[in-house]
């Protein structure tokens, strides 16, 4: 027998041994699951913070048991609950003979209750005297002594509750997380922006250029979309007269996934009317520091190694000139479509059926500059080629009020002046339809809806949309967005029910 046979034998065998023991207590009129409620007194931090105050107070206290040694008729227990981990003193002449009976049986992992008086060991660790003890939960599974030993590491994230159990820095991860968002959320209040919610399920995916997922409503007998963006719906707000509006959620997009890509994604969108691009701006990078003091206490984070300053206000170039500096191609001196192509060529880029000078100065610095943006830059001034949903700039036409955000190379944030001429909308609206037609199942459909929106009139207004995701692994030091989603999109182990 090999010893990986061996090591399953044995893990089957210890498994059994907690169903048995289940399986006591229930005979005894014990059984655990039939617990309904406790009532916990205080948490494992705050009773080592605040020790002198609770000094011989007695404590109801509840968690999962994650370590346990001593023997015979006394032994030290750790229990872990929402904010840490507390030792407690276990004797059989404080909690009577048959409830220390019962106690020697428990496992690691099990669920517990402990009620007993605050107290400091020999060695000076805060604890509880046991003077009460209750099993609240048996754990028929087994925790793994050293989770990240695991030789499949893609465990911790298909099992992301035991995770959670042994490994505390990932606890921390969701907690900064949830921080960093909140900040957020507070920001925007306190400038009177408007939380709104809008339509996940939609019957024309719009708002960005990407390829949506497809479902099917029985009822109505149509297809529907997964939005990929909430922007038309927004802005479709703002014509109605809510002059500052916002929505963080989900977003989902039937895209390949990476360190930096999943799925479904969580995303910021806000609208403000009587503003512009530069105002969009200025939000941007006082969004991010807000966020970053609020969980962390400062904005100079450390990523991977990397040293980011994240305190406004942050580098500004646009586009054209980031292409000069890193790719040495001055895009003003190029003024054909035919000429830009061929710099194209020499650079090595593809060249793509429809492709125009906006198209390729675009690729020329996704290629060339975007590897040298480490600290917060605000990219500037993108092609209307590219930017079917932004205002032009009425000194160039060709170009349009925008701008990305990129820190660590990655770009957090995207916003604009937004497009308000519903003629021109719907000329660039037609435009991609064109794309589309073509085989870019990336480019927009058209939406005659919020053609009408504008046409009922949407005023001066600037957008923003921050991708969550992404700026909480800045903000967690996280190198996989997987490390900064509870339940990340994974392809199932089992894969018997799909034909294959």
């Not at 207590?25 to 617990?35: E, M, S, T």
């Not at 660790?125 to 003077?131: F, G, H, L, N, R």
């Not at 959320?185 to 990407?210: C, K, M, Q, W």
Request: with cysteine; proline share 4%.
């Amino acid at each position: 027998m090999t010893n990986n046979n061996h090591e399953e034998q044995n893990i089957n065998e210890l498994l059994q041994i907690r169903r048995d023991k289940l399986e006591n207590l229930k005979n005894k009129g014990k059984d655990p699951f039939k617990i309904e409620k406790v009532n916990i007194s205080h948490y494992s931090q705050e009773i080592i913070e605040k020790f002198e105050a609770l000094e011989g107070e007695t404590v109801h206290i509840a968690g999962r048991l994650m370590a346990k040694r001593g023997h015979g008729k006394a032994g030290f227990i750790n229990i872990q609950d929402k904010d840490g981990r507390i030792q407690a003193y276990v004797r059989q002449d404080r909690i009577g003979e048959e409830a220390y009976a019962l106690f020697v049986e428990y496992d690691i992992g099990d669920i517990i209750e402990i009620k007993g008086e605050v107290f400091k060991t020999q060695k000076g660790e805060v604890s509880v005297k046991a003077t009460e003890v209750q099993l609240l939960t048996k754990s028929l599974q087994i925790l793994p002594d050293k989770w990240h030993g695991l030789k499949d590491m893609d465990l911790r994230y298909r099992q992301r509750y035991v995770d959670l159990i042994v490994s505390p820095e990932v606890k921390q991860t969701f907690i900064t997380r949830s921080k960093a968002t909140k900040a957020i959320r507070e920001f925007l209040d306190n400038r009177g922006y408007l939380e709104v919610e809008t339509p996940i399920l939609n019957t024309i995916a719009g708002g960005a250029s990407a390829r949506p997922f497809i479902t099917h409503h029985n009822t109505l007998d149509i297809d529907m979309y997964l939005r990929i963006a909430n922007e038309l719906y927004l802005k479709r707000l703002i014509v109605g007269g809510f002059d500052k509006v916002y929505e963080m959620g989900r977003m989902f997009r039937n895209e390949g996934m990476s360190m930096k890509h999943n799925p479904e994604y969580t995303a910021i969108e806000l609208y403000e009317a009587y503003a512009d691009y530069n105002d969009m701006m200025d939000l941007t990078e006082n969004i991010v520091a807000f966020a970053a003091e609020k969980a962390l206490g400062t904005t100079k984070i450390s990523y991977q190694g990397k040293e980011i300053d994240l305190t406004p206000p942050w580098k500004r170039m646009s586009m054209v000139e980031a292409c000069k500096q890193y790719a040495h191609v001055d895009f003003d001196e190029i003024k054909t479509d035919e000429d830009a192509i061929a710099v194209a060529k020499k650079l090595g880029i593809e060249v793509k059926k429809g492709m125009k000078k906006g198209h390729v100065i675009n690729e020329v610095f996704e290629e060339f500059a975007e590897q040298h943006l480490i600290e917060p830059t605000f990219i500037t001034n993108h092609p209307v080629e590219v930017s079917p949903l932004a205002k032009r700039n009425p000194d160039n036409p060709e170009i349009t009020n925008r701008f990305e955000a990129f820190v660590n190379t990655w770009e957090i944030a995207n916003a604009f002046s937004e497009l308000n001429d519903p003629i021109d909308q719907r000329e660039r609206f037609m435009e991609q339809v064109a794309q589309r037609e073509a085989g870019d199942d990336e480019a927009h459909m058209m939406d005659d809806d919020f053609i009408n929106a504008l046409e009922v009139g949407l005023p001066p207004t600037g957008g923003l949309g921050i991708g969550i995701d992404r700026l909480m692994m800045l903000l967690t030091d996280s190198p996989s967005i997987r490390d900064v989603l509870l339940f990340p999109t994974m392809k199932p182990l089992n894969t018997g029910n799909t034909g294959e």
